[in-house]
């Protein structure tokens, strides 16, 4: 999956990933990490989900990755705030309050860059990239964030019936990816099939849609 795929995605505003809502696998499922106020939540591919606007209003500070840069100003200007931006070695950094995001590559970004991190909340990241890139991307999230506990959504389809992304990870990938390579007990949280509700989807001949929350607690090494 290279950027300009994308970047094109963003440019012509084909947007069928963003949500026009705050997620609520996010609201039914965060109580779970018991996470105290103040705590750092990392997005990757981000793009400008509400997601991040009602983790800030939970009291929490937020920091996503994102590619597109059209994306990033479209989710400071939607806040209606004017961020500071400067320079990382993949690209450029945007902050407002409790709000940062790196926007460049994420897999140039470095644990140092980062910052400490009580959660990463995957939302539309794995599902994003081809297998190829899922076997390099759970490794370096785990390093990145010194294997932070993990909301992470899936989904499963029939790969015959639709072309990702989003991309069908079923749960002996995850279990693969994570509990083999990255150290992390792995719970499941919630599984649902909602093709009801994905009219793009049933359209393109899907005939289920199953949506799957996971919790990933770091296992001692």
Not at 6 to 24: A, D, I, S, T
Not at 122 to 133: C, F, G, K, Q, W
Request: proline residues 7%.
């Amino acid at each position: 999956m290279e950027s300009h795929f994308w970047e094109e995605k963003w440019h012509k505003q084909e947007l069928g990933f963003h949500l026009p809502f705050v997620n609520p696998v996010l609201k039914r499922n965060l109580p779970v990490f018991d996470l105290p106020a103040g705590s750092r939540v990392f997005l990757p591919l981000c793009g400008k989900t509400l997601d991040m606007s009602w983790l800030l209003e939970q009291g929490h500070r937020v920091v996503g990755a994102e590619l597109s840069e059209l994306a990033v100003r479209q989710l400071f200007e939607e806040r209606g705030v004017e961020p500071e931006v400067d320079d990382w070695a993949g690209g450029r950094r945007w902050h407002h309050g409790g709000l940062t995001v790196f926007q460049g590559d994420l897999f140039e970004l470095t644990a140092e860059q980062l910052g400490p991190v009580d959660l990463v909340y995957d939302r539309a990241a794995l599902v994003a990239l081809p297998e190829a890139m899922r076997a390099r991307y759970a490794p370096h999230i785990g390093a990145l964030t010194g294997n932070a506990p993990q909301l992470l959504i899936s989904f499963e389809y029939d790969p015959t019936e639709m072309d990702g992304p989003p991309f069908p990870v079923f749960a002996e990938e995850v279990r693969q990816l994570y509990q083999d390579q990255v150290r992390y007990a792995l719970q499941e949280l919630v599984r649902q099939d909602v093709i009801e509700k994905q009219d793009r989807f049933k359209a393109a001949g899907v005939t289920s849609f199953v949506q799957v929350a996971w919790k990933l607690s770091p296992l001692s090494v």
